[in-house]
């Protein structure tokens, strides 16, 4: 009894996620939805983060990752309870955990298309990485 409402649990949150894709603007920096960077700390360094944005690494510089542990460092720094944004350099990153998050987590990701290459060419505001 406990596996089957589990599952109905699981079905319903997946049916209720969502990504939305939607490009870098200043509506959503001026929003209060969170933004998570999911780039490399040398990324964060090189180019700098959207303001706002909360730095939290998916995958590292050889492509590998932690689900666990980042799971456990977004839950700790976003309510994820509602719906937050990711951004990358391009957003093909993003394009994948987005969908990774909705499917396997339920959770309402805004998937910021184009990355912080679309940020940078439009003036958005961009603060250095300490």
Request: glycine letters at 8%; one cysteine or more; aromatic letters at 10%.
């Amino acid at each position: 009894m406990k596996k089957i409402i589990f599952l109905c649990l699981m079905l319903l949150g997946s049916l209720q996620a969502k990504v939305i894709n939607q490009s870098p603007s200043m509506q959503i920096i001026n929003s209060t939805t969170p933004i998570v960077d999911i780039r490399t700390p040398g990324e964060w360094v090189q180019t700098g983060l959207l303001k706002r944005a909360i730095p939290i690494m998916f995958f590292d510089e050889r492509g590998g990752y932690d689900v666990q542990k980042f799971i456990k460092e977004l839950n700790a720094k976003v309510d994820t309870s509602k719906p937050f944004a990711i951004i990358c350099r391009t957003g093909s990153r993003t394009g994948m955990v987005s969908e990774f998050l909705s499917k396997d987590f339920g959770y309402e990701v805004i998937n910021l298309k184009g990355g912080m290459m679309y940020a940078k060419s439009k003036h958005l505001p961009i603060v250095k990485y300490k």
